[in-house]
């Protein structure tokens, strides 16, 4: 399973139906949160997501908008019973922030919090996925993220298998593993009965930033690509002034890099009873294209299935 | 107008349906908040006040679920163009706890925040009421706020005050304000024509404490006491020890000061489903009690209308 759970879609200000920044990973049971605002607690609570397996949150910058929901929670998954490590990821500053929110009122934790500060190209690597930090372009130090899945063995032949001779057991494991091995003197190459390594899955979040580069080049062929869509064509010298994107030029960007789906997020509180324009104008661009709304959920497929 | 908007009314856990704590006074206008869990802004946004009119934050104590909501609050004002001071008052630690909010992140305010240190037993007098900083009994420094409302004057008979031979104009005005007069020759004395001084009205809302005689004291005649009622019966060694109060603790204290009604609150989300275990063991001391829910509002009436 590799699903996106969208907690908060709004803008800087938080409306009544949509929740600042925070935007959940369920990989294979493992729980990722990317950015995480004011009230992410409750949207996980009403999304019965659960706490207990959430290992990592990965923060995208230091506004508040993207971080003032981590001291609620990883006090209320304390107050839970919670002994498990959780990990913080973030730029440059996440130590201090941290250090800060220890600080905050009475508080005291039943399990370790580790902290690690990431800087554009460092790579997390997992057992069989990797996230990847890529330096974006907003107006404070900050990263986009973007979940790599490692490749998957080709599909096993089972019937040629057969064919060929091998007898079902162990042997099937050796090839489709990639190792060569003999059966009645004969040699029955993995090649023969293993199709070809399927790539993994691959999501980007751009947390706040104007289009860039680095988003361009980690967005190849990305299943979906998560963008900061802050504002709408009208409001684009805006958007170049604040260091956020419109719709249209995520859209652009997701149409140079090839993805096969973009998210719309970040949006304005100006757009929060109609945010149909911003989807209007990435529709004139890239026709794979939806807004995101607080408690949407979005299944990846794996690519050959 | 006196008003009480209920924004969150969940316990040390917030709930799907109960943000932490969060209880607005609206008062011929002026907005005070008494606590500011985390998202109390956004409950503000739901329930449509408007944030300009919010001239003052009380804090009962630094616990989390009483305080998280403060910076997400003052960065939305800040980004909203707000520049009237904000008085935040609050128990010992308060000026540090807006310090370490101020460097929380990248942050910049327009307008001043004004801390105030308070202690048991002082009062903040404004134009026509009064905040009574109460001492009360928690695991941390902690206090409980009384809003007393200034007795107001009693009621100008103006028809008894012509058949004397006042005529209509300045000299009501003089006579209403307790002023003795001479008409035509003829002593009119204030008391004749203006009735008993009426009692203003008064709140109290205890934060989180064990029943204590010093909310017994300022709760006496109150039109409504809120008070901890965090546990039912089958808790009441856990109240003991984590030192909040039992729905019936809070029954026994409103039946011994005469409240006019009882508003439980702070409900542990154990409850959060159904609360009603801890209404029926309230109503079995007192009848005139309520539990307080997420958007609940309360028009407090003059005690002679």
Redesign the interface.
């Known amino acids: 399973m590799l699903r996106i759970l969208f907690l908060g879609t709004g803008g ?5 139906n949509r ?2 920044s925070a935007i959940m990973v369920n990989r294979e049971g493992e729980l990722l949160l990317f950015d995480c605002g ?2 992410t ?2 949207q996980m ?2 999304a019965k997501t659960g706490m207990k397996a959430l290992t990592s949150i990965f923060v995208t ?5 993207h ?3 981590i ?2 929670l990883i ?2 998954m304390s ?2 019973g919670r002994t498990e490590p959780l990990y913080i990821y973030g730029p440059q500053w996440v130590k201090e ?1 941290v250090k ?2 220890s ?5 005291k934790l039943h399990f370790e919090v580790e902290v690690i500060e990431m800087a554009p190209g460092d790579i997390i690597k997992r057992n069989d996925y990797s996230i990847h930090a890529i330096g974006t372009d907003h ?2 130090p900050s990263l986009g993220y973007a979940l790599i899945e490692d490749q998957r063995k080709g599909r096993f032949e089972r019937e040629k298998a057969i064919a060929l001779g091998v007898p079902p057991g162990p042997l099937f494991s050796k090839l489709h593993s990639g190792v060569d091995v003999e059966v009645n003197g004969k040699l029955i190459r993995s090649t023969d009965v293993v199709g070809q390594v399927r790539p993994g899955r691959k999501i980007v979040y751009t947390g706040d930033t104007r289009p860039c580069q680095s988003i361009l080049a980690v967005s190849r062929d990305a299943d979906v690509l998560i963008h900061d869509s802050t504002l709408g064509n009208d409001q684009s010298e805006w958007a170049k002034e604040s260091k956020h994107s419109t719709a249209s030029e995520a859209a652009i960007l997701a149409k140079e890099a090839g993805v096969r789906k973009l998210v719309l997020t970040h949006i304005s509180s100006r757009y929060t009873d109609d945010a149909s324009p911003l989807l209007r104008e990435a529709q004139e661009v890239f026709e794979n294209v939806i807004i995101a709304e607080d408690m949407m959920e979005m299944d990846i497929p794996l690519k050959d299935e």
């Open positions: 800087s200000l938080p409306t009544r929740n600042p004011e009230g607690q409750q609570m009403r910058h230091f506004h508040a908008d971080m003032l929901g001291p609620g006090q209320t107050f839970l922030f800060i929110i600080e905050l009122g009475y508080y107006s404070v």
